[in-house]
């Protein structure tokens, strides 16, 4: 069926081979894509510069550990579900989005296996509970589980003046949640008619605000204010500048829960590539792409090979590179074949913070460990840290930071009798001009020396066995990440919908993009979505035929 779509035939009658497609870059997005080329009925090829899968998703191991490096929150289950149960040369583009059942408030999954039937035979994805617990400087903690009484008694416990503006909020993030994700969340703004068409509606939910001043009104406690808009620092974005349609993450946990794959994230990367390779695809590892070969001038550019740093020559008849889209266009592209994407503008977008993360592995024997698998840890200033980081780009000598410590879940990932965690800090990219080969020794002791004085590990400092860390230049020099950012072009307003990159190019044809510099934008999920959004362009660019289904009527369907 699709398979004579894509053969083509000569004047004869004879058949051509198979369309050929090229991904740069074997992350999340890049993996995502891959699969849905292979149900297009192409041939597809995945370039990856490390010696494996994941990019940012990529797995440490060391001493009998095994850490993953990258994101290790997963939600929304069912766009995994859907990728792990597509077949070679059936694209299944043209279902719904959001099928109603996943929309059922009594769905959401508390306890057992998370994950669907063709996702249990790749990967055993369990829910987490609670989805955070946050910590405040003085001590004390919130637990976020999404559940809404006991998400109230703890406001109740803070801020019992709280109450009525949680009622406010809640309402009118599930607002933006049903308008801004289930109904818009796919839509691909390839111009400003796409955009201005849901612009009123935008406005009149208070969604253009910046996210920390949209949960000011509704809140007067501190603590408060910061457990429900810390959330996009996970995607990259600064809670002070996004803008508040971002306040929809709140619902999309609270909807389809927080979840961990057992073999942490990379057992899930695994898993998609067993899926991609099932379904006929390539990887090819240490193959680091050098420069991207265009044909035709004009209107009548084309993308037709990719060329690696050992000189190989690769034709395609697309590529699409799930790399960082500044360094995409400004290093792999000639300058005359890309218009649209001027040195200036691609030097002037604004990317998101970087990290400085900490590997480490401890004794656990004897040890009382009363910490949860997600752990927010804020510092004594929040939005003066958050200045310092975004606006100012300097080290602060306090820090907020996100503990994980998958082996509470999962004890395989350590040797017997000890934890593994990493603890992610968020710093200032490389426009900062902080020389990380002198501060990152220090910085990192402070960091676990804290833990260790405060007592969220007791006794650290003697039960550390394993220790290794990252820094910006690790997403410069080894990701290849502009500036060293963590997460792409920082999600503010102006770099949002159509001002946000896009998933097909304005200059070159059989040119694509795809994972968090993309629309929608940053995040696991995102970058699962913005994979079927550029997966769609690509259909309708090559004539495979499918009809998008109407998006459901999502009110008052989804979790209260």
Known sequence: MLRSVIKRRTRKGAALERKKAIVIGSGVGGLSLGIRLQSLGFDTTIFEKLDGPG?????????????DMGPTVITVPHFIEELFALERDQPALDKPDFPAAVLDENRRITSGVSGGPATSKYVQIIPILPFYRIYFDDGTHFDYDGDPE??????????????????????????????????????YFRDVPSMLRIAPDLVKLDAVRPLFSFVKRYFKSDKLRQVFSFEPLLVGGNPLAVPAIYAMIHFVEKTWGIHFAMGGTGALVRGFVRKFEELGGTMRYGSEVARIEIEGSGKHRRATAVVPADGSRHPADLVASNGDYVNTYLKLIDRVHRPSHPDIRLKLARQSMSLLVVYFGFRSDGLNLDLRHHNIILGPRYEELLKDIFGRKILAEDFSQYLHIPSITDPSLAPPGHHCAYTLVPVPHNGSGLDWSKLADPFVDRVLRFLDERGYIPGLGERLVYKSFITPDYF???LNSRLGNGFGIEPVLWQSAYFRPHNKSEDIANFYLVGANTQPGGGTPAVMMSAKMTAREIARDFDIPFDVVDRPQVRGTVAK
């Open 55 to 67: 990019g940012r998703a990529y797995v440490r191991r060391a001493e009998g550990f095994t850490f």
């Open 150 to 187: 006991r998400t109230r008694e703890q406001i109740r416990a803070i801020a019992p003046e709280d109450l009525e503006g949680y009622e406010r909020f809640h309402r009118d993030a599930r607002a933006i949640f049903e308008r801004g994700f289930l109904e818009l969340g796919f839509t």
């Open 476 to 478: 410069e020099h080894t």
